[in-house]
């Protein structure tokens, strides 16, 4: 029986909700549950992901907030953030039991891969898979040399439940860059990895803003935060849906 839970945090993602379910229904093996934590969602999502039997667990908007509920609702031994608008692979749990089979790695995630109806972006791709390593080399060198890489969402990062908890999970405040907060905490457990299996992210983002736009924003608020500018860096990450 598999170990892992699988957590959607979600906010009006009635658009991009039925392709992930549409996976998620085929992954082998299954997961032991899949909770979906909504933000106060004022469209469909709620009544969708309770029509694929899904759990549901509401708390104030906010993506610290709505990983920290989910995990604390997960009865699994392992838990992975699974964005709305990411699609994993079909082996799925297959590749994050393995994984944390290792005791020495902490936190993990996969290699994304940002795709859109009509492109694959590879040069965003390339620069979110420089930055993992590159941005914990300039912010944090001292936990770079113990194995911290810096992972975000689009990454569907996974860890022990246990392991989160006593880290003190992500800043309930935080609405960008709780991830990278994350793997600062968890590293005191072990290595933070990035593995080689993929998932597919969507280049919404990047569609609605252009690729210039958006690496310049993923630059500016990584560098912000990384010196210490975190609070209302989402002022700078406007959404979108």
Not at 67 to 85: E, W
Not at 99 to 109: H, K, Q, R, V, Y
Request: aromatic letters at 10%.
């Amino acid at each position: 029986m598999s170990r892992t839970s699988i957590v959607i945090p979600m906010l009006n993602e009635e658009r991009v909700l039925p392709q992930v379910a549409a996976v998620l229904a085929q992954l082998n093996p299954k997961p032991l549950e899949v909770i979906a934590v909504d933000g106060s969602s004022s469209d469909g999502s709620l009544d969708f992901v309770r029509a694929q039997g899904w759990r549901t667990v509401q708390t104030a908007a906010g993506r610290g907030r709505q990983i920290n509920a989910g995990v604390d609702a997960a009865d699994g031994d392992y838990v992975v953030v699974l964005h709305a608008d990411t699609v994993p692979p079909l082996d799925f749990i297959h590749a994050i039991e393995r994984t944390l089979s290792d005791p020495a790695i902490s936190l993990a995630g996969f290699t994304p891969i940002l795709r859109g109806p009509e492109k694959t972006r590879w040069g965003t791709t390339l620069h979110n898979w420089a930055k993992t390593w590159y941005a914990p080399l300039l912010f944090r060198p001292h936990l770079f040399f113990k194995g911290c890489r810096l992972l975000f969402g689009d990454h569907a990062m996974f860890f022990r439940r246990t392991q989160f908890l006593e880290s003190g999970g992500c800043d309930p405040a935080a609405k960008v860059m709780e991830e990278a907060d994350l793997c600062i905490r968890m590293t005191r457990f072990g290595r933070v990895k990035m593995i080689s299996d993929r998932v597919e992210t969507s280049d919404r983002r990047i569609a609605k803003w252009g690729p210039l736009k958006a690496n310049w924003i993923y630059l500016k608020v990584g560098f912000l935060w990384g010196l210490g500018a975190k609070k209302r860096l989402e002022r700078y990450y406007p959404d979108v849906r």
